[in-house]
């Protein structure tokens, strides 16, 4: 069974804090990493990664994969209180339409 | 651009009631989706389509039926609703061309009572 695992579960930081949110995944047929921002409402496109080792960056936040651990990691730097939100790591799957498997997500508290 | 319209945002059912989710996109996208998010978790694939005609199931598809007679529409309905469909519903979709890139609606609350 396809398995996207995400670590930790819930995070509180004080607003200017570097964090580290972690994804692995055990799944077959592998295509690509995606993160997702999902404040209120619907989750909002961050980073899609495909190759192992090549950081992706907007702004405060960056990505990497690591294909040969299965896993990625997602940075932010500098928090603020409007980083607060649940990310949600997918992998998409090799097959005729983009399948995605959600990990459960990590709830992420920034504090003034 | 709409992009992506789910109705009704909100609704809450009674045991053993049916309804439909609707989910309209207007980006000619190939593929739709229908997803659910429960408390506290990532989504789960409930049914997906490649295109009009064309319905799969996903990972949770169970208590749900779907059809896509045009590209831009794509139902959910829910029969003889139970307390465990209580959930936030995703309808999504994406084009063939750029598949990684899925566009969400702004979801579904659905309660049964």
């Known amino acids: 069974e396809d398995k996207v695992v995400q670590s930790p579960l819930s995070l509180v930081v004080h607003e200017g804090d570097t964090v580290t949110l972690n994804c692995s995944y055990e799944?077959?047929?592998?295509?690509?990493l995606l993160w997702y921002k999902q404040e209120k409402k619907a989750p909002t496109f961050l980073f899609m990664l495909?190759?192992?080792?090549i950081e992706k960056k907007s702004g405060r936040l960056s990505s990497i994969l690591d294909k040969k651990e299965l896993s990625s990691i997602l940075n932010i730097t500098a928090t603020q209180t409007g980083d607060s939100a649940i990310y949600l790591c997918a992998v998409g799957l090799i097959q005729g339409a983009q399948k995605l498997v959600f990990g459960q997500g990590t709830r992420l508290t920034i504090n003034p | 651009n709409a992009g992506v319209t789910q109705t009704p945002k909100f609704r809450i059912l009674k045991i053993g009631q049916s309804m439909t989710l609707q989910c309209a996109q207007d980006?000619?996208?190939?593929?739709m989706y229908w997803y659910r998010q429960d408390p506290g978790m990532g989504l789960k694939l409930i049914y997906y389509s490649v295109g009009a005609g064309i319905t799969d199931k996903g990972e949770v598809p169970n208590g749900y039926n779907v059809s896509r007679s045009t590209t831009e529409y794509f139902p959910l309905r829910l029969e003889l609703a139970a307390p465990s469909q209580t959930s936030v519903y995703f309808c999504?979709?994406?084009?063939?061309?750029?598949?990684?890139?899925?566009?969400f609606g702004e979801g579904s609350w659905l309660t049964v009572v």
């Open positions: 799944v077959t047929n592998f295509r690509s």
């Open positions: 999504a979709s994406s084009d063939r061309g750029s598949p990684n890139t899925i566009y």
């Open positions: 980006m000619n996208h190939n593929y």
């Open positions: 495909t190759s192992s080792g």
